[in-house]
T-cell receptor, first 111, second 113 residues
Framework: SQQGEEDPQALSIQEGENATMNCSYK?????LQWYRQNSGRGLVHLIL?????REKHSGRLRVTLDTSKKSSSLLITASRAADTASYFC???????????FGTGTRLQVTL | EAQVTQNPRYLITVTGKKLTVTCSQN?????MSWYRQDPGLGLRQIYY???????DKGDVPEGYKVSRKEKRNFPLILESPSPNQTSLYFC????????????FGPGTRLTVL
């Protein structure tokens, strides 16, 4: 299995602004997943992008995947205070016994 | 409602007193896993199970046991808890490992004194 590395470690923006966080990984993947974690709670799956996809949308979320650079980005548009959370990427080889999570990006959205 | 449940949600105990954290899922998932989350270390896998009676070690299995006698349940057992097992624990399940999303429980915050 491999671990995604999220960047930046922390991000603070105002409500209404867009938030972009990045993920880098090291080996070939079958798909890459993004999760959100509100403070002290379980992770919630946000979106899955397959290795043959370059971009995917879900509501205010936009995920891109560049397999040549082994990187992905998550864009949250028109952010809200409720988006305040930690965000994790999980590169999935499709054969490993687990998903491996990094330390995440902590997003703070202020009013 | 499709969900993963954990009990207890909070537990304070003392060194050496055996405890069990239960995990149950109602989605008929084959794959289940336990993680612990510590500040600065992210989530680390403790044990996982591919199906009934099939379990294997994750990255940090020392001091823990698991069992998978039924598909829906995957309890985490601490035979002799120690303070370094103070952590936030998550159970997760997935239809099968390899391709899809994981569904996480709400977490169990354990303090070992």
């Amino acid at each position: 299995s491999q671990q995604g590395e999220e960047d930046p470690q922390a991000l603070s923006i105002q409500e209404g602004e867009n938030a972009t966080m990045n993920c880098s990984y090291k080996t070939s993947i079958n798909n890459l997943q993004w999760y959100r974690q509100n403070s002290g709670r379980g992770l919630v799956h946000l979106i899955l992008i397959r290795s043959n996809e370059r971009e995917k949308h879900s509501g205010r979320l936009r995920v891109t995947l560049d397999t040549s650079k082994k990187s992905s980005s998550l864009l949250i548009t028109a952010s809200r205070a409720a988006d305040t959370a930690s965000y994790f990427c999980a590169p999935n080889t499709g054969t490993a016994s687990k998903l491996t999570f990094g330390t995440g990006t902590r997003l703070q959205v202020t009013l | 409602e499709a969900q993963v449940t954990q009990n207890p949600r909070y537990l304070i105990t003392v060194t050496g007193k055996k405890l069990t954290v239960t995990c149950s899922q109602n989605m008929n998932h084959e794959y289940m896993s336990w993680y612990r989350q510590d500040p600065g270390l992210g989530l680390r896998q403790i044990y996982y199970s591919m199906n009934v009676e099939v379990t294997d070690k994750g990255d940090v299995p020392e001091g823990y046991k698991v069992s998978r006698k039924e598909k829906r349940n995957f309890p985490l057992i601490l035979e002799s808890p120690s303070p370094n097992q103070t952590s936030l624990y998550f159970c997760a399940s997935s239809p099968r490992q390899g391709f899809g999303e994981q569904f996480f429980g709400p977490g169990t915050r354990l303090t070992v004194l």
